[in-house]
């Protein structure tokens, strides 16, 4: 399976085989968390066979099941932490469906299990995400157009509209897709693109913004462009 195709194939599970990971899987997890943790920046920790951090109060009405491995994410705070996050977290997440295991973002239904992970001075846990074998592989979920988040029209690059088609794919906070993608122009012969986050009430926009930007730059295929 591509990244593409992983994109195109990844919804969240909350329920799980109980099975270990392959030592394999998780060999190839571990390399990734380790180049992850030295571009983004973070503390991204797997922890295996643990089943506590989902079996509290709030991970009852997240109805999680057989979540007993998963992602710390992690690392020293910033403003743009959870925007970090998002984005490398979201590396790994379609890494892992590529090796055919399943992923659900968690942002308040765990427990912080104390001796299970690492916090070095000034770090700060962002959120987990699960992993492991799913007992189904998700659902969809309806998505807004391509219109209603960019500007993309027959006068914007094909590559654009495609990075956008790609961002709505994007898993976000319940499903609420609070970001924009803005065609800007060219600058010094490349390409100008800015994404913004919306306003929730849920919250979680940083982290969302931060995945949304991975997808786009997976659908577009295009490195001739620059954030602004």
Known sequence: MTIQEAIE???SVRAYKDQPLADEVARRLE???AVVNQKGNLH????RNEPKAFQGTMAKYGKFRNANNYLVMAGKKAEDLDERVGYYGEHLVLL??????NTCWVGLSYSKVPGTYVLDEGEKIACYIAIGYGETQGVGHKIKTVEKVSNASDNT???????VEAALLAPTAVNQQKFSFEYVGVKDGRHQVRAKKG???IGYT???LGIVKYHFEIGADNTNFDWV
Do not use: Y
């Open 206 to 208: 940083q982290m969302d």
């Open 9 to 11: 194939a990844r919804h």
């Open 31 to 33: 390399e990734e968390i």
């Open 44 to 47: 991204v920790q797997l922890i």
């Open 157 to 163: 690059p094909s590559w654009f509209r495609k990075g």
């Open 96 to 101: 892992a469906q590529t090796l055919g295991l």
């Open 199 to 201: 306003f929730s009430m």
